[in-house]
């Protein structure tokens, strides 16, 4: 067997580290349900967010939460006072809310799901759409973390 032809099959003997989400996990909220979020139905733009969709645990949104948003770059001390900032409130249980989109703020996800507090993520895409890591399919096993978005499912990715 050649070095190339070994390679492909230890590619289609090992699972895949991603997988896409199970239809059945899956969920929506109108803005007229009991369930909608009160918080966003109180801001003013709340009418553009008629839908929510998401993935996990809808109880999450009832929760008081934190957002977190980084920067793609950032200097080094920046950093490691993020990183003890995001471990306190870790450790004291505080519900942390982001896009998780930059390299930063991925560090920080990864962080935040060594713990045991609730997490919501806001992808800038349809949340049943979203590919999900092993680590987070735990975490919405567990209902740790709660993927939920206003984009409808026609909107691949958002400008």
């Not at 982001?98 to 609730?118: A, K, T, V, Y």
């Amino acid at each position: 067997m050649t070095h190339k032809e070994s390679r492909v099959q230890s590619r289609r003997s090992v699972p895949s580290k991603r997988t896409t989400t199970q239809t059945n996990s899956a969920w929506q909220i109108k803005s007229r349900d009991a369930d909608y979020p009160s918080q966003l139905a109180a801001h003013p733009s709340s009418a553009e967010w008629n839908i929510l969709c998401g993935i996990g645990n809808r109880d999450i949104l009832r929760q008081p939460c934190l957002g977190l948003i980084c920067s793609v770059q950032c200097p080094g001390s920046v950093i490691m006072k993020t990183f003890d900032a995001v471990r306190e409130l870790r450790d004291a249980g505080v519900v942390i809310a982001g896009g998780f989109h930059s390299p930063m703020e991925r560090e920080c996800l990864d962080f935040l799901l060594r713990g045991h507090q609730p997490v919501i993520m806001c992808p800038a895409k349809h949340a049943p759409r979203q590919r999900i890591s092993r680590n987070w399919r735990t975490a919405i096993d567990d209902g740790r973390l709660l993927i939920v978005s206003p984009f409808p499912e026609k909107a691949r990715l958002t400008t």
